[in-house]
């Protein structure tokens, strides 16, 4: 939200027109922009925010963290810039990655979070609106700027490798993804 909190639901709860959040967490202290689950460890959630940073929460625990933010369930990483997405490498799980709206994509391994990324690039001068990682392509990772411009990445050598970047010509881009049904199709 823009107050700066992350609310959790459980829908299955609802009774009436209002559902009451399970949690609210406080973690936060400007906008937060984007967040991710982690693609098989259900209880992980990634957050990132106009504060700079990029939190890792384990929700099971979300009322302690709600209060504490020094609590030993979340860990933070800082950003130079604010975050404008954060994705989940669905290839090898333990790489959460942001990016911010300095052009900046930074990638962490999880198991040493808030250690110095694993790698870190300027993807567009003007920033990135958004990007994706591809579900069906290893190492592929999709980047979009108000460049008006998309661009591939070669994730899999130690500092990512640009493959192409075409201007889209629709204007300002401000998300990307890819469906998943086709490696070489995306919005």
């Given at each position: 939200s823009a107050d700066g909190t992350v609310k959790l639901w459980d829908v299955t709860q609802c009774k009436g027109d209002y559902i009451e959040p399970?949690?609210?967490l406080t973690h936060h202290t400007d906008k937060v922009q984007s967040l991710a689950w982690h693609p098989s460890e259900g209880t992980l959630l990634a957050t990132g925010g106009y504060d700079r940073q990029v939190w890792l929460v384990d929700a099971r625990s979300a009322?302690?963290?709600?209060s504490n933010n020094n609590n030993?369930?979340?860990?933070?990483?800082k950003l130079?810039?604010?975050c404008e997405a954060i994705a989940w490498d669905v290839h090898n799980q333990q790489y959460l990655t942001a990016a911010s709206e300095d052009g900046v994509i930074q990638c962490w391994d999880v198991r040493k979070f808030g250690s110095?990324?694993?790698?870190?690039f300027v993807a567009h001068e003007y920033g990135v609106s958004d990007f994706c990682y591809n579900s069906q392509v290893p190492g592929m990772l999709i980047t979009c700027s108000i460049d008006k411009t998309v661009a591939l990445w070669d994730t899999r050598k130690s500092t990512p490798e640009p493959c192409g970047s075409k201007e889209m010509n629709v204007g300002k881009l401000y998300s990307v993804r890819t469906y998943p049904s086709s490696p070489w199709l995306l919005a």
């Open positions: 399970s949690a609210t009322a302690s963290v709600a030993a369930n979340i860990k933070k990483a130079l810039a604010d110095d990324p694993v790698w870190s």
